[in-house]
């Protein structure tokens, strides 16, 4: 019996020296292979293109599809990719010329026909695409295939946002040929496109790989192989950083940057996201805030620099209007100055006093940086003036139900993004019938919103969408709070920028072997 | 030797529970922004700060309250609940047996977040949503511990006796059967009451915890997930906690029952 | 005994037929899974029209019976967030969770059974205390607590053990403990119960009394009596572990069962929910069954009655 204990001692000290000597290496190998390990918390739903809409799923699909066009990391604005050039032909007509010398993952050509092939999927009812809808690419009535590399898009009216959404992931390219002669549903477990990397396998909720195409017509990229590994605990995302095991890792809150940092083991790469964060103040139903001298006096009252400096540990950007400077439609406005005593004024001209109040927050938790934590100090500020605030907090999809049912309380807490373009942002946010909107009924408005998304000449659009965020901002349907910082955590031997637009791009990234 | 841990630490957790507002050095619900994440030991907070400014030491000693709150509230109802149906079970047997043992299975056999999911639609989160979600879930010990009492119980002798005498089915329920099953409900329930207690902090974890800034330990232990790596003891003090009184209820238990009713399998 | 497995399992097809209606009815009241799978910019009229295609604007009775039909076949439709048949999801998942039980039921046993004998046989002593104390930690700390605490030792400070996901055998060490540490502490207190009840049995004196080295009393007389519980708790563990152990595999990134399910539920992919509850609810009331029939052929008494 004790013969047995010591030898078993024995073996367990084995495998346990073994196992030790063995990771440490493991971790060094990667930048010598030139292979990257990203760690997310979400995996993606699906392998295809243009089908749903899904931050996670988008992300990665970009790895292995091309959009028609690009946006500059900087400033955000479209450039050609699949695409060399774009002209508008009229209101309803935009002609794109193809890159000739492009190759799918297979072999297959790109041309007109995969445009066309695309757009067909997409739009086939069959296929439940969530681009199918009026939002993204409804408006498209007919793919015009002028030459092999010449193509047209008519539109059913004026829709101005063709380029806006032909640069984003609204438009993956898929390959003609192989749509056709293996159905969508081969390809959503073999994905082929002409991105940069070319699908390897997908362990269900699990890891995501993919290895570099050599022949990607951008020029290869410095990465020789990518993992997704999908760590739903933030803590073990965190984790798994910090041991060398993932060299990227999104939405490091501010509080852990310095544990970061010292780890030695990475460093934290900070960026001003595209996504804004606002408070809600909810005039689709009856009770103080259809008074718009009240939605100002709430401007008023919350201190956004100081929810900004001490909450988000300086860790996000502030915004005056509904849009911010990263959005194209972006126009600057006037801020509501945190001051108390105008306030405490606009509350007594609108009758009400702050000290009666009662009113309900209702927010998620987790879902954006320190959500939870935001609406408490926004509650705690608030009662300062006397008012009271009960916080709600909403597993997130009880949170959207009651935001689309107008069941929330007086105010509400959320985000919104990547808000790239203005009829993204304005339209679904201001209107009475739309999903997630809390402010509508505001006849001009909706006529004034109704007009700048027609309009497709550029100086014409800017001047609409300027007067748009004057009036919204006059009408504080929101205490506008900030745009995002997304903090990213990236290991020492990666180079890699975060961008505005939340893309986590491997492209982009090159490894300097230590 | 464990008795008087047990006894100690419970009594311990109960007078702190009572005198929460008189031990705690600040209120337990006041943020003070500029005074986020201090480490313990810092001025006025011996068990430093959350990241909100609350002191730490305050939220730990009203926490307790919580804990004895949910413990109770959660034990009455399943003992009730569970009890009842045990004792039915197992005195009249039969199909009505049958049917409270295979409703037991249905229950054990779905997820116990679905239930929290659902109860979450209809009364939102929070202290209601535990205490619902625990009960249902946490009734079947007792129907099934105390429906096999009660199978052993009938079988004794003077227990058959009183049937031959031609006692009532009611009255021998109520004054022979319980008086001789109601120590293993009493076990049973200082067994459950810590585990109800620790449950929270799984609950919590799922997403359906107490709404803030009600200070319960199993909410703060889960969110310290997000400050591990920088304010260990957002997790050290509230662990300790539970840990102690979960420790100090299960001694109790023990004791209980072997003084009560050694032979019970629980 | 035939008559007895006959009734008992028609009573577990009624018991999961319940189940099944159980959590049919809870997910429909859980909230809308329109929403969730939807892109944030969409319309109302849209969703609506999602709802109508999907089915779920017909009323409840007739969704019920549509649901019915296919999950006697094992066809739950396709999940509404990956667009694949949702057993087939299910099923995928079944290696991982399986080898994740499989080590933890193992480990349970190796450590509980063990450290229950030693502690009924060594009552009152240093090592019946130590192992009361050690017992209840395990039922007191929260499990994602002590998961989170090993990984940052194990894989953060000391690098021995992977932070998560599936692998080798090192992936397997830490999910395996923390799920171990729970269910063996409970199966370590019945051993000790159990076994501290048969020591006290007539038949124990009778050993002694005939001379009997006390090892071979514990081992052959007393154990093989209070092995009946003890089986009887493990088998349902098992059936429990079998259903996924939720928070642990959150924590540690294994790709199983009880993952899947929460994320269904929390995402309202109602087919996932409803093909992982049909699935879980078998097994487990087939491991009630078995456990119940080990029981009766293990005790004779119990045989009698029933």
């Given amino acids: 019996m004790r013969r047995q204990g010591s030898a078993v001692g024995i073996m367990l000290v084995t495998v346990v020296a073994v196992v030790a000597a063995v990771l440490p290496a493991a971790a060094q190998d990667r930048t010598k292979t030139k292979e990257v390990v990203v760690g997310l918390g979400a995996e993606p739903r699906t392998m295809l293109g243009v089908t749903i809409v899904d931050w996670t799923t988008n992300n990665m699909l970009e790895h292995i599809y091309d959009r028609l066009l690009d946006r500059d990391a900087k400033t955000l604005k479209p450039k050609p990719m699949l695409a060399t050039s774009w002209k508008i032909i009229n209101d309803t007509t935009w002609e794109f010329a193809l890159r000739k010398g492009v190759k799918f993952h297979n072999g297959e050509p790109f041309d007109a026909q995969s445009v066309k092939a695309t757009f067909d999927y997409m739009l086939d009812p069959a296929n439940k695409s969530h681009y199918a809808t009026p939002a993204y690419w409804k408006p498209l009535k007919e793919v015009q295939i002028v030459d092999p590399y010449t193509v047209r898009l008519i539109t059913d009216k004026p829709y101005p946002s063709v380029i806006d959404h032909a640069s984003l992931t609204d438009l993956l390219i898929m390959p003609a040929k192989a749509l056709r002669e293996q159905g969508p549903q081969k390809l959503a477990e073999k994905p082929i496109g002409t991105g940069p990397f070319k699908f390897v396998e997908w362990r269900r909720d699990e890891r995501l790989v993919l290895e570099r195409n050599s022949d990607y017509w951008q020029g290869p990229a410095d990465v020789s192989r990518v993992t997704f590994r999908f760590i739903p605990e933030f803590s073990a995302r965190m984790a798994a950083l910090l041991s060398g095991e993932i060299d990227i890792m999104k939405d490091v809150p501010p509080h852990t940057i310095e544990a970061v940092e010292r780890s030695g083991r990475a460093k934290v790469r900070s960026t001003v996201s595209s996504r804004i964060n606002y408070l809600a103040l909810v005039n689709l139903k009856p009770g103080p805030m259809q008074d718009v001298r009240v939605r100002r006096a709430m401007n008023h009252a919350v201190n956004v620099d100081e929810l900004i400096t001490q909450v988000l540990r300086g860790h996000a950007t502030k915004m005056c209007g509904p849009l911010a400077p990263t959005n194209v439609d972006f126009s600057p406005v006037d801020c509501y100055k945190y001051d108390p005593a105008r306030a405490q004024a606009l509350f007594k001209e609108a009758g009400v006093d702050p000290k009666s109040l009662n009113l309900t927050l209702d927010t998620p938790s987790g879902r954006y940086p320190l959500d939870k934590d935001v609406s408490l100090a926004i509650a705690a500020q608030l009662q300062r003036l006397g008012i009271h605030t009960n916080v709600v907090v909403n597993e997130w999809g009880t949170h959207l139900d009651k935001i689309k049912n107008r069941n929330t309380g007086d105010m509400f807490f959320l985000g919104w993004g990547p808000a790239l373009h203005g009829q993204g942002t304005i339209e679904p946010l201001f209107k009475a019938d739309a999903t997630y909107s809390s402010y509508g009924n505001n006849k001009v408005l909706d006529d004034k919103i109704a007009k700048a998304v027609t309009i497709v000449d550029a100086k014409a659009r800017a001047a609409a969408y300027a007067e748009l965020q004057k009036l919204v901002h006059d009408e504080a349907p929101w205490v506008f709070l900030w745009q995002q910082h997304d903090l990213y955590g990236v290991a020492q031997s990666v180079e890699w920028t975060p961008r505005a637009d939340e893309k986590v791009w491997m492209y982009e990234a090159k490894i300097t072997p230590r | ?266 | 005994m035939r008559a007895f497995i006959a009734t008992r399992l028609a009573q577990t097809v009624l018991v999961v037929f319940l189940s099944l209606t159980a959590v049919f009815l809870m997910v429909r009241l859980s909230g809308d899974p329109v929403l969730l799978f939807m892109p944030m910019d969409i319309q109302a009229k849209d969703v609506n029209e999602y709802r109508q295609r999907l089915g779920f604007n017909d009323p409840l009775i007739v969704q019920y019976g549509r649901f019915v039909k296919g999950a006697v076949r094992g066809d739950f439709g396709e999940s509404l967030r990956y667009r694949r048949d949702a057993f087939g999801l299910v099923l995928e998942r079944l290696p991982a969770t399986l080898l994740l039980a499989g080590t933890a039921i193992v480990l349970t046993l190796a450590i509980a059974v063990p450290l229950g004998i030693v502690t009924a046989v060594r009552r009152d002593s240093a090592i019946d205390h130590v192992g009361t104390v050690l017992t209840v930690l395990g039922q007191a700390t929260p499990g994602f607590w002590l998961g989170l605490m090993l990984m940052y030792l194990f894989a953060v400070q000391l690098r021995w053990l992977p932070t998560g996901g599936i692998g080798g055998l090192s992936h397997l060490v830490m999910p395996s403990i923390v799920l171990a540490a729970f269910y063996a502490a409970r199966v370590a207190r019945l051993t000790r119960s159990a076994l501290l009840e048969a020591l006290g049995e007539d038949y124990v004196l009778t050993a002694r009394a005939k001379g009997l080295a006390e090892p071979r009393v514990v081992a052959k007389h007393a154990l093989r009596n209070s092995a009946i519980p003890i089986v009887t708790l493990a088998g349902l563990e098992a059936g429990q572990l079998l259903g996924g152990a939720v928070i642990t595999e959150t924590i540690f990134a294994w790709p199983g069962l009880g993952r899947l399910t929460v994320q269904a539920l929390l995402n309202r992919d109602f087919p996932v929910v409803m093909a992982a509850v049909w699935f879980t609810s078998i097994v487990y009331t087939l491991a009630n069954l078995v456990v119940d029939l080990a029981y009766g052929w293990l005790d004779p008494r119990v045989r009698q009655r029933s």
């Avoid at chain 2, 105390?146 to 004054?175: H, I, N, P």
């Fill in chain 2, 1 to 266: 030797m464990k008795k008087f841990l047990g006894l100690i630490l419970t009594l311990g957790v109960i007078v702190v529970a009572l005198a929460a507002p008189w031990l705690a050095p600040a209120d337990p619900f006041a943020t003070d922004f500029t005074s986020g994440l201090k480490p313990p030991g810092s001025p006025g907070h011996p068990f430093g700060t959350d990241q909100l400014g609350r002191d730490l030491l305050a939220r730990v000693l009203f926490g307790a309250r919580v804990a004895l709150f949910i413990g109770v509230c959660t034990v009455l109802v399943t003992a009730l609940v569970g009890g009842a149906l045990g004792l039915v079970a197992g005195f009249v047997e039969r199909w009505p047996s049958t049917v409270i043992m295979r409703l037991a299975d249905v229950q054990l056999s779905f997820p116990f977040i679905l239930l929290a999911l659902t109860i979450n639609a209809i009364v939102g989160l929070g202290l209601r949503n535990i205490i619902v979600s625990l009960s249902a879930a946490g009734w079947v010990v007792y129907a099934r511990v105390v429906r096999s009492e009660v199978l052993s119980v009938k079988e004794r002798e003077y227990v058959q006796a009183a049937a031959a005498l031609g006692v009532g089915q009611l009255r021998l329920l109520l004054r022979h059967v319980l008086p001789n099953v109601a120590p293993s409900i009493i076990v049973v329930a200082s067994l459950q009451f810590s585990q109800f207690v620790v449950a929270e902090a799984a609950i919590s974890f799922l997403g359906f915890g107490v709404q803030p800034p009600t200070p319960a330990w199993g909410s703060m232990l889960s969110e310290s997930r997000d400050f591990l790596y920088v304010a260990w003891w957002l997790a050290a003090f509230p662990g300790a906690a539970l840990a102690l009184t979960a420790l100090g209820v299960n001694l109790v238990g023990d004791w209980l029952r072997d003084s009560l009713d050694p032979k019970l399998r629980v």
